[in-house]
């Protein structure tokens, strides 16, 4: 086998590695400089020199992995381009991000839009753990492990009949807070490549670490300060996001955290990947929850908030993390001048930029300091600290990996010239390899005389089903897969969709299989599976009603403060859970799934209070007010109606009243001027009236056989007299049934009312149903548009205006909405 480096040799950037093996040439990361002062591309000539590009295999989506893949994609279009599914989804995001920087610069771009997408387009997932074959007839196999460091973060192992190779990527073998650490098995490659980025250094506690920035954090807030966190968009902003609501739900910090730049894009990211966080954060996503914006961490979502945001003590979060570019720098031109303020420095700083330069600021004694930050010249007279946080290896990780594996050559890169011949001199005395030093462009001829021989795992038998799979035969394949194969085993999506014989779609695969109650993901490896064993299944069957105290436990882990439950209890004889949300026809539209899945559960039943916590009021006002001052707030529980009396005008004062619905599910009159209030004329027609139930019976009895069902049936109250309120999924949909309705009135005797509201949540799902149905994918989820009864898509490439029109005729049928 042949090696060459053409980046990221004795050096920490421009990872690109082109191995040739069994006569292939795969090549490993693409990545760029973050340097100015150098060129920021690979060697591409010594790749062209020595056979051009097969296929392409990536670690991990850092810029310094993948920066450069659209030129050499560009090159070489028909190399496939293989990484895990999270990889890809932030590949996307960071790619295009970096198109607008380069527009910026107004410079010559190094590539084009159309170049990320078509090398989007040749990209293909699979989940780490998978063992794969990316050229036909061949012996050479791939396979991704989980690597710790970021989300979707992989170690690359390549089998052939010449050797085998591993390559570690970035990686960390500790739990952080987002993510897992490495999960790599004990392989037995021929040649290893291991990254050496703190290669002569031992991380400190990562716990006291934590600490550390958090009593400091609020010691700079106390004092009056505010405190900036440049953060790497990519991971390291993520796990402070993290540590900081951890700080303040237990009351260690009082204060808001702004989340600025490119972090809010990613963190969006990790949601869309539940697979491939830690457990307790992808079982919140399953669930509907939020894992990092609360009422406490905020997006900055417009650029001039910024100046507010700066005039308080608070803590911001914000790319880039060196001070290289991003809002993190406007951040700390502006805070860099006052001592009671604090720049947090929490990754690695490149030796020329101005997160480094900072650093050393602190060494001098001058009073004088000044910080070059683009083309301005600033005043530090803030604090300047820097916290261990980092999320690569240190030496006895490496060394610990190193060891394991136990390769016949390790080759040291991604790292300091000092630092890697520190470790290489490390490794000498642990293990009787050889160790390799490369500089970028050298090229090495490798001959393993004898290679290793590998563990080869037996194929899973196949069922060979010829039917889609889905969840009304699941079970089949959880039955065959606990017979044959057990329970024990951990496997992936496409191991499962070989089983089945006939999935082509994981994605579609993933969903069904987090939603089942026969599969679980692995514990510590979310994107595998294991068959759910019969007893547990029986179990949670044949049990009764779960323990009070132990349903009352289940509740934090279904819904937590971020889904607005602020109180609960129990009505122990009737077996009846008693949940309080802030605004209650919220939590009922969004939740009614998690509350029929609690009940299956535990056997006990959900009843939510109907009263609106009227103390949160207020904080939803003033956050979507930021800017206008707010004289008086009423509420008006009969008529869910919240009325504000502000001076001054808005000029989005319909986007304002349906975000403050979509939240709160409560109407808003700002300055009376809206359109008062439906009042509900009713009639007391006596001793007439059907018993209430009764006349609820007969309403469900009346719809029983028609298309539409009311989905909530209210009796509600005006001027003394009770009415009935029929939910339907809108408004429209009800008024289609103005003559049943008209009967009915004359057969119960009650005055019945079609509600005004919308149940947005089935109207989004019905969306994705219909477009899936008709075979046209969405690139996100729909939006539902209030103000005038549409909803809003995204296609994910062309669709024929006959399809779309018949969606638009089957949405309007089903849900009286028509597509925007």
């Known amino acids: ?43 591409f000539q010594l790749i062209q020199e020595n056979g051009g590009v097969d296929v392409i295999v990536i670690s991990h989506a850092h810029m310094d992995h993948i920066g450069a893949l659209p030129i050499i994609s560009r090159i070489y279009p028909d190399a496939k381009i293989y990484m895990t599914h999270a990889a890809k989804d932030l590949t996307r995001v960071l790619l295009y991000d970096s198109l607008k920087i380069m527009e910026k610069e107004a410079e010559i771009p190094v590539y084009a839009e159309i170049h990320v997408r078509e090398m989007l387009n040749r990209i293909i997932c699979y989940t780490p753990g998978h063992t794969f074959a990316p050229f036909m007839g061949t012996d050479l196999k791939v396979t991704l492990y989980s690597a710790g460091h970021i989300a979707g973060a992989a170690s690359i192992y390549i089998v052939g009949n010449e050797g085998s190779i591993f390559y570690s990527g970035d990686f960390s073998r500790f739990r952080q807070n987002t993510i897992e650490g490495a999960s790599i098995p004990r392989l037995r490659p ?93 079982k919140k996503i399953f669930k509907g929850g939020e894992i990092f914006f609360d009422d406490n961490v905020v997006p900055v979502d417009r650029p001039e908030m910024r100046e507010d945001i700066i005039k308080e003590p608070c803590v911001i979060v914000s790319s880039s993390g060196m001070l290289t ?118 090229a090495y001829d490798i001959d393993i005389d004898n290679p290793r021989k590998q563990l080869v795992r037996k194929p899973y038998p196949s069922m060979n089903m010829g039917e889609v799979l889905n969840e009304g035969n699941i079970e089949k394949l959880w039955r065959f897969v ?110 009614s799934h998690l509350f029929k ?23 939803v006002i003033y956050k979507l007010l ?47 001027k809206d359109a008062s209030v439906d009042t509900i004329r009713v009639v007391d027609t006596g001793a007439d009236k059907l018993e209430q139930n009764e006349a609820l019976m007969l309403i469900d009895e009346a719809f029983k056989d028609l298309p539409h069902k009311p989905y909530k049936k209210s009796i509600k109250t005006s001027n003394g007299i009770k009415y009935i309120e029929l939910s339907f999924i809108s408004k429209v949909v009800g008024e289609r049934y103005k003559e049943k309705i008209d009967e009915l009135i004359k057969r119960t005797g009650w005055t019945i009312v079609v509600g005004s509201g919308c149940n947005q949540i089935e109207v989004i799902n019905i969306a994705k149903r219909i477009f899936g149905e008709m075979g046209v994918k969405l690139k996100k989820n729909p939006s539902v548009y209030l103000d005038d009864m549409t909803v809003g898509v995204s296609i994910d490439g062309d669709a024929d205006d006959e399809i779309i029109k018949k969606i638009d005729d089957t949405l309007y049928d089903m849900t009286g909405l028509r597509l925007r």
């Not at 955290?257 to 992808?282: E, F, H, S, T, W």
């Not at 529980?637 to 000029?651: F, H, N, R």
């Open 1 to 43: 086998m042949k090696l060459y480096f053409c980046g990221g040799a004795s050096e920490v950037g421009a990872s690109c590695y082109l191995v040739n093996i069994d006569g292939k040439n795969i090549l490993l990361d693409c990545g760029i400089r973050m340097s100015s002062s150098k060129d920021n591309l690979p060697d």
């Open 190 to 282: 021929d040649v290893a490549f291991f990254e050496s980025t703190y290669g002569d250094k031992l991380h400190a506690n990562r716990e006291l670490e934590e600490s550390r920035l958090v009593e400091k954090i609020n010691a700079v807030l106390k004092n009056g300060g505010k405190v900036l966190i440049p953060a790497f968009a990519l991971g390291r902003a993520q796990e402070i996001i993290l540590i900081l609501k951890k700080a303040i739900n237990k009351g260690m910090i009082n204060s808001k955290v702004y989340v600025d730049g490119m972090v809010k894009d990613i963190c969006r990211i990790y949601k869309l990947n539940p697979n491939y966080l830690r457990q307790n954060l992808a």
């Open 325 to 442: 570019g991003g809002p993190s720098q406007w951040y700390a031109e502006k805070l860099a001048d006052d001592e009671k303020n604090l720049i947090a420095i929490t990754g690695y700083q490149d030796e020329e930029s101005p997160g480094r330069k900072l650093l050393e600021l602190t060494d001098e004694k001058s009073e004088d300091k000044k910080l070059k930050l683009g083309d301005k010249e600033i005043p530090v007279k803030c604090a300047v600290d820097k916290f261990g946080l980092s999320a690569h290896a240190d030496m006895s990780e490496i060394l610990s990996l190193v060891n394991n594996l136990h390769p016949k050559k390790v080759f040291l890169v991604h790292g300091d010239p000092d630092t890697i011949n520190f470790l290489g001199k490390e490794i000498q005395k642990d293990i009787k390899s050889d160790v390799y030093v490369p500089l970028n462009g050298d």
């Open 482 to 591: 606990l017979d044959r194969i057990g329970a024990d085993a951990a496997m992936s999506l496409e191991d499962l969709a070989q089983i089945w014989g006939t999935v082509k779609d994981t994605d579609a695969l993933k969903d069904l299989l987090n939603n089942s109650v026969y599969f679980q993901p692995d514990k510590r490896r979310m994107f595998l599976y294991h068959a759910v064993l019969e007893e547990e299944l029986k179990k949670e069957k044949d049990e009764g009603p779960m323990e009070v105290n132990q349903m009352l436990s289940l509740v934090d882990e279904y819904f937590s403060r971020e889904s607005g439950l602020y109180k609960k209890g129990a009505r122990f004889d009737e077996k009846i859970a008693l949940l309080y949300f802030d605004f209650p026809d919220v939590a009922k539209d969004r939740y």
């Open 597 to 619: 899945e609690f009940e299956e559960r535990t056997g006990w039943k959900v009843e939510i209070n109907e009263n609106v916590n009227t103390s949160v009021i207020n904080d």
């Open 626 to 672: 930021p800017d206008v001052a707010i004289n008086k707030v009423s509420y008006r529980g009969a008529d869910k109606l919240v009325s504000v009396k502000i001076d001054g005008e808005i000029e989005n004062i319909q986007e304002v009243k349906d975000k403050f619905y979509n939240e709160t599910g409560l109407k808003l009159n700002i300055n009376g």
